[in-house]
């Protein structure tokens, strides 16, 4: 009796060649946009870390630890050092809340509010790295990727 072969319609098998994974090719994404934020963010004297936070805080003021944790995916132990190093620079200020005092609200001082003017350039500046792509492209992609990220945190 014939053994029967792989189905016609079956899936290959799982390639361990680098070039055929995804996480490498996100992985080198990340590598050449961290180049670009780095070389438009040392100006400013920001790594990209301290910029997300300083971005969340732009758009809403005030917030505590946990809540720049969640728009971030960040955990306290985490972000803690980075919201260290942001008060050392002078930019936020931390400060326990009245009504709890086991959150720590962040808020902006005057010279971080003042960095926000500085940083509209980063933004210019990556767009002119990404020429070679469309709005429409970036938007698809960006889509994409958030979509991955969400199918991704659905198991852990």
Same mark, same amino acid.
């Given at each position: 009796? @014939? @053994?029967? !072969?792989?189905?016609? &319609?079956?899936?290959? $098998?799982? *390639?361990?060649r680098l070039d055929d994974q995804l996480c490498f090719a996100l992985y080198a994404a990340g590598l050449a946009f *961290?180049?670009?934020? %780095?070389?438009?963010? !040392?100006?400013?004297?920001? /790594?990209?870390?301290?910029?997300?936070?300083?971005?969340?805080?732009?758009? %809403?003021?005030?917030?505590?630890? /946990? #809540?720049?944790?969640?728009?971030?995916?960040l955990d306290s132990a985490t972000l803690t050092p980075l919201l260290k190093r942001l008060e050392a620079a002078k930019?936020?200020?931390?400060?326990?809340?009245? #009504?709890?005092?086991?959150?720590?609200?962040? *808020?902006?001082?005057? $010279?971080?509010?003042?960095?926000?003017?500085?940083? %509209?350039?980063?933004?210019? =500046?990556? !767009?002119?790295?990404? #020429?070679?792509? /469309?709005?429409?492209?970036?938007?698809?992609?960006? =889509?994409?990727?958030?979509?991955?990220?969400? $199918?991704?945190? @659905? &198991?852990?």
């Amino acid at each position: 009796m @014939k @053994k029967p !072969g792989p189905k016609a &319609n079956a899936a290959p $098998a799982p *390639s361990l060649r680098l070039d055929d994974q995804l996480c490498f090719a996100l992985y080198a994404a990340g590598l050449a946009f *961290s180049k670009v934020y %780095r070389k438009l963010l !040392g100006c400013l004297g920001l /790594t990209y870390p301290q910029y997300l936070v300083m971005m969340v805080l732009w758009e %809403r003021d005030g917030l505590t630890v /946990t #809540e720049i944790g969640a728009r971030l995916f960040l955990d306290s132990a985490t972000l803690t050092p980075l919201l260290k190093r942001l008060e050392a620079a002078k930019w936020i200020t931390r400060a326990r809340a009245a #009504e709890d005092e086991r959150q720590v609200i962040i *808020s902006l001082t005057k $010279a971080g509010r003042a960095l926000e003017t500085k940083a %509209r350039a980063v933004p210019v =500046g990556v !767009g002119c790295a990404l #020429e070679d792509c /469309t709005p429409d492209q970036l938007m698809a992609l960006k =889509g994409q990727l958030e979509a991955l990220r969400a $199918a991704l945190a @659905k &198991n852990p």
